[in-house]
């Protein structure tokens, strides 16, 4: 991917995962979503991973994901496995900060979804599970949709709390037109504006 234009910046602190685990924590009680502890870990993990210099998979959506996937299943062993998660993983990632730059491509996020899914659940066949049920990627494959909702929060969170600026507070209020998200909207009243749905105006 060439550019990631309204990407949130992320403060990286001495303990980048705990930070990520709590914000995926604190989304998931705020939203209201069904997740299992354990996948609740995986993702704020799988976010702490992207957060590091370099980490972002630029393979991801930098080639048709149905080639990815194709080359995935086609492949065995251990490779297998890490072809199908880490093309998840992205997915998972890239279609929940970055949504606009894939439509702005004409992706049809939908279907990436599709994608997403189907290499956890693929992931997930591959794998035996105690009797515990235990089973993070099938619920990431179940789940896609929800996830990506979960981790979009995530990342309207971290945008929210970059406003530090007039003119950080004119982009944060040019975002909310365009999402209608309840996060900035509050961030928003709290920088002492109301936006007000449907005429796209502030007080």
């Keep these: 991917m060439a550019e990631h234009t309204c990407s949130p910046a992320i403060e990286l602190g001495t303990d980048v995962g705990g ?20 996948t609740v870990t995986y993702v704020g993990a799988l976010l702490a991973d992207y957060a ?4 972002l998979n630029q393979e991801t959506l930098a ?30 990632y890239i279609s929940s900060f970055f949504r ?10 939908h279907y990436i979804y599709q994608v997403g899914a189907s290499a956890y659940e693929s992931a997930s066949a591959m794998m035996g599970h105690d009797q515990s049920g235990l089973d993070v990627f099938g ?7 929800m996830f ?4 979009s929060d995530v990342a309207e969170k971290m945008r929210a709390r970059q406003v530090a600026t007039p003119s950080d507070v004119l982009k944060l209020y040019e975002r909310w037109t365009k999402t209608g998200s309840a996060r900035l909207a509050e ?6 504006l109301t936006p007000v749905v449907g005429n796209g105006t502030i007080h």
């Design 19 to 38: 930070f990520f685990r709590e914000a995926v924590d604190e989304t998931v009680e705020r939203g209201g979503y069904e997740a299992s502890e354990a």
């Design 52 to 55: 590091k210099p370099g980490q």
């Design 63 to 92: 080639r048709p994901v149905t080639f990815l996937l194709s080359e995935a299943r086609q492949a065995t062993g251990l490779e297998r496995f890490e072809r199908l998660r880490t093309l998840g993983d992205g997915v998972l």
């Design 100 to 109: 606009e730059h894939l439509e702005r491509r004409g992706v049809e996020v």
């Design 139 to 145: 619920e990431l494959s179940h789940k896609f949709e």
């Design 148 to 151: 990506t909702a979960l981790l």
């Design 187 to 192: 961030e928003l009243a709290r920088q002492g």
